[in-house]
């Protein structure tokens, strides 16, 4: 999900190839750099003057079954992916974590922290969690509360938005900004996009795909009502 309206987005995964943005947070500017840590090696990553990067923030948002065959099993990944904590926690800087994710939690042990998710210790925490097909949830930021319908398909996806505002709310950005960046947000890389046409509702999930994703996508398909449903995988 993006936080377009105050200049600051967050992709599912928070992985952008070779590209850097800038968020704009209330009066304040705070430049934001997203790589690929851990599946490229942090401190591998170069920017486009040469130099290195030296990240205060980092967010993990899942580890998947994902570039498997380059890591050589899910252990691999994981090891790559949790490369960001360790570098993190060695300079004392913060993540934004996850709670619903024990995997995550457990390797955060001892970190600074802002944390989201779906229960009731989270700072950022979603609830009335509803997809069908589009995602609609009720989003509690410390004490503040409000509802949230989004354009993204799939249940899954929540996690993403919660990830979303909980970067948003930590840089400052008004919930109001959150709530209608969220929701204004339209997917357009062909992932949890949904359209309609003439004859039939799409759901086109097709960017690329892992055991992980696919799981989830195949779950959310099959819960939605409708008869002569057809999932195309390929």
Known sequence: ????G???????????????DHGRAAADVHRLQKRRFGLDGLLAVADAHGGRRDPDLGIITNIG???????????????????LYRY???KKGRIFLNTDHPLMMEHAAGMEIRTYGTLHDAYVRGSEIIAC???????????RSFPVQSKLFGSHNAENILAAACVGDFFKVPVSTIKNAIENYTPDTNRSQVRQTEKNLLILD???????????????????????KTAILG
Do not use: W
Request: aromatic share 6%; proline share 7%; glycine share 12%.
């Open 1 to 4: 999900p993006a936080l377009d």
């Open 6 to 20: 105050a200049g600051l987005h967050v992709p599912g995964a928070i992985q952008v190839h070779g590209r850097e």
């Open 65 to 83: 079954k994902a570039h498997l065959e380059g890591f050589g099993g899910y252990q691999g990944v994981i090891n790559s992916k949790t490369e």
């Open 88 to 90: 993190l926690k060695a």
């Open 133 to 143: 097909p589009l995602i609609t949830l009720q989003i509690t930021i410390g004490k």
């Open 206 to 228: 097709a960017y690329n795909a892992n055991p992980s994703s696919m799981e989830l996508a195949i779950r959310n398909f099959a819960a939605l009502p409708g008869e002569n």
